[in-house]
């Protein structure tokens, strides 16, 4: 079957969009500082021979839902695309993140929250109550839409709504993350190929922000950054603040086939995204590797990688991919990186 890249399949769920942003330029120096960020692998389980994919976390660490692709073996994907999995932590006697006995096994989520389609890019709320995530299945106004489903008291799942027209549009709009930044606890960030005037061309990818006010989201606005404008193929931003800097990480796509992470800053006092973008030091030749999440305390970064699997596809229209483990890192750790490379005191 031919592979199209995840690229690909975001441009193809809309309309012909327009010309490559402004070439990404990347600093990264050679140097001891490489070796000093070195991705820490979790165990087997929550790991397993099936991958996972685009890893969320609860506050307290012990949750973690990801996606997986059908095309990996797991039976238990409907269709040909992918599907939402969860696992808990259930031993925590232990450091986190403990060993492979203290995790259950994988557990695919209900019909009330996967379908057919493809569903992925998840993101659980802090107290693990509320699950946003993308999905292209029928009904939505885009060709891929963000959509929330609630856990009740007794633990089932509502069944999965679309946002509305605050937040999806008709063309492919996903990776609905927590802002990060200060004081927006109740804004969320957000790629989406809607062109950037009325009636002018589909973008090639702008991100946006939406506040949660009065028990709705709001209408999302774009975000206005340079720098960010001069990221080219981004597909996710998330940011955490951690030792007195802010932390941004990027997800890039290379030349359109895979993932890999830009690190960036933000300033509090002009509100505006800063470089340099300095390159994650764990970023391999064709191995996709990005798409994190931050624990709600900013305290860890995890996130899928295929560095122990080789390379492979991203992902295809019909929904297969890769096999990625899970990795994490202390974000003290990445700031303390960023800041060297750098060159901030």
């Not at 441009?11 to 990347?26: C, E, Q, R």
């Not at 946003?132 to 959509?147: E, V």
């Not at 202390?330 to 303390?336: E, H, K, L």
Request: charged share 20%.
């Amino acid at each position: 079957m031919a592979t199209l890249s995840r690229r690909q399949f975001l441009l193809t769920s809309g309309a012909v969009v327009g010309a490559m942003a402004t070439p990404l330029v990347l600093t990264r120096r050679a140097g001891a500082a490489d070796k000093e960020l070195i991705p820490k692998k979790l165990p087997f389980p929550p790991n397993d021979e099936f991958g996972s994919y685009e890893p969320t976390i609860t506050a307290d660490g012990n949750t973690i839902y990801f996606a997986r692709f059908a095309g990996t073996g797991d039976k238990r994907v409907a269709g040909t695309t992918t599907d939402i999995f969860v696992t808990h932590r259930v031993r925590q006697s232990s450091e986190w993140p403990g060993t492979g006995a203290d995790w259950t096994v994988p557990e695919r989520l209900p019909d009330t929250v996967n379908s057919e389609s493809m569903d992925q890019e998840p993101r659980i709320s802090p107290d693990g109550k509320t699950l946003y995530f993308m999905s292209r299945r029928p009904g939505g106004p885009g060709g891929a839409d963000i959509y929330v489903s609630r856990k009740q008291p007794n633990g089932e799942w509502t069944k999965a709504q679309a946002l509305g027209p605050s937040v999806n549009s008709q063309y492919v709009d996903h990776c609905f993350m927590p802002s990060g930044l200060p004081s927006e606890d109740d804004v969320s960030v957000f790629l989406s190929l809607r062109p950037r005037e009325p009636g002018g061309p589909p973008s090639s990818g702008d991100l946006y922000s939406s506040r949660f006010e009065q028990g709705a989201w709001q209408p999302a606005k774009r975000i206005e950054s340079k720098l960010l404008d001069s990221i080219g193929y981004k597909c996710r931003l998330n940011a955490a603040a951690k030792d007195g800097l802010v932390l941004g990480v990027v997800s890039v796509h290379d030349f359109g086939k895979f993932h890999k992470m830009v690190f960036v800053h933000y300033d509090p006092a002009s509100k505006q995204w800063k470089g340099p973008l300095v390159e994650a030091p764990f970023n391999l030749p064709n191995v996709d590797g990005a798409c994190p999440m931050f624990t709600a305390d900013g305290d860890k970064m995890i996130w899928s990688s295929g560095q122990d699997r080789g390379p492979g596809p991203v992902s295809t229209s019909a929904g297969t991919g890769s096999l990625y483990d899970l990795f994490w890192l202390r974000t003290s750790d990445i700031v303390a990186y960023y800041r060297a490379k750098a060159g901030l005191s």
